[in-house]
C-alpha cells in the first residue's frame, strides 16, 4: 500500500507544479495581412555564357566554377556548351535541364553518352583542378524559346543555379 502512496504523490505534486498560478495562457494570435507572400530566392542566376561558382555539400565538399553557354538548335535538339572546373575539394557535377518559355522542363543528356550513361562529362566525382568541357543535348521542339537552364545537384535539393534565355 505504502509504494502505491509515493506515485500518486509524484503525480499530483507534478499536476501541481504545472497549474497556471494565475498566468492568463490564453492564445494571441497575430494581424494577418491580405497580399502575395514571396521568398527570397537565393539561387544565383546569370544570363547564358556567364560563369557560376557553386559551394557542394554533403558526399563532395568543394567549389565549381560553371559556365553554360552557346545554345544552337538543331532540329528538335537544343545544344548547349558546358564548362566546370573545380576550383576547391571535389564536386559532383549534378544534373542539368532546360525549362522552355512554353513551361517544358527537359534533362540534359551527353550526346556522347552510351544508352542508360551520363557519359563523361557528368560521370563521377571531380577533383580540385579538374575541368571538364562538353556540350548537353536537350530534346525540345525546334520553335521551342528557351527560358533558363537550371542545375541540380540530387534529386530532392532545390536547383543550385540558373542561366537565363535570351
Known sequence: MRSAIIPVAFVLALIAGCSS???DHTEQTAAVTSGPVTAPDATPTSPLGSS?????????????????????????????????HTLQGQN???TFFVLTADGLK??????????????????????????????LAFAVPANAKLD???????????????WTGD
Open 21 to 23: 498560478n494565475g498566468v
Open 52 to 84: 557560376i561558382k557553386i559551394q557542394s555539400t554533403g558526399y563532395a565538399v568543394g567549389i565549381t566554377e560553371y559556365t553554360v553557354a552557346s545554345p544552337r538548335q538543331e532540329a528538335d535538339v537544343l545544344k548547349l556548351d558546358v564548362t566546370m
Open 92 to 94: 559532383v557535377p549534378g
Open 106 to 135: 527537359v534533362e540534359g543528356a551527353d550526346p556522347t553518352a552510351g544508352q542508360g550513361s551520363v557519359g563523361p562529362l557528368l560521370a563521377g566525382t571531380m577533383i580540385e583542378g579538374e575541368k571538364r568541357t562538353g556540350t
Open 148 to 162: 533558363k537552364v537550371v542545375l541540380y545537384q540530387g534529386t530532392i535539393n532545390p536547383p543550385k543555379a540558373f
